[in-house]
């Protein structure tokens, strides 16, 4: 945050400590997460919030959301196993029981 500005919309930070290690987790309105781990506890983390901060806005500013996906995805007509109408996979027909005697 430069200079004190004044955040456009709603800005979220979420900070999780496990342990000897910490993650910031920083999000904006109509821009994708940034998350950052850190070592060290509490003490280590709240130093760097409005550093963490401050980068993440601007990496917002070039690009707010991660690229799209350009890749053919796979078909969903190409099933790899056969299924019933309720979704689970078809059964093979039941081999009859050979004679015991």
């Known amino acids: 945050m430069k200079g004190g500005d004044a955040m456009k ?3 979220k930070i979420v900070i999780q400590i496990k342990g000897n290690a910490g993650s910031i987790g920083v999000k904006s309105t109509d821009s994708d997460p940034v998350f ?10 709240i130093p760097r919030l409005l550093e963490i901060v401050a980068g993440a806005q601007e990496k917002w ?7 799209k996906c350009v890749t ?10 056969p299924r019933t109408a309720a979704g689970s996979p078809a059964r ?8 015991m005697f």
């Open 9 to 11: 919309g709603e800005l």
């Open 36 to 45: 950052v781990t850190l070592d060290g506890g509490l003490g280590a983390l």
């Open 61 to 67: 500013e070039s690009a707010p959301l991660y690229p």
């Open 72 to 81: 053919a995805l796979p078909s969903q007509a190409q099933l790899t196993t």
């Open 92 to 99: 093979p027909a039941p081999r009859p029981q050979p004679p």
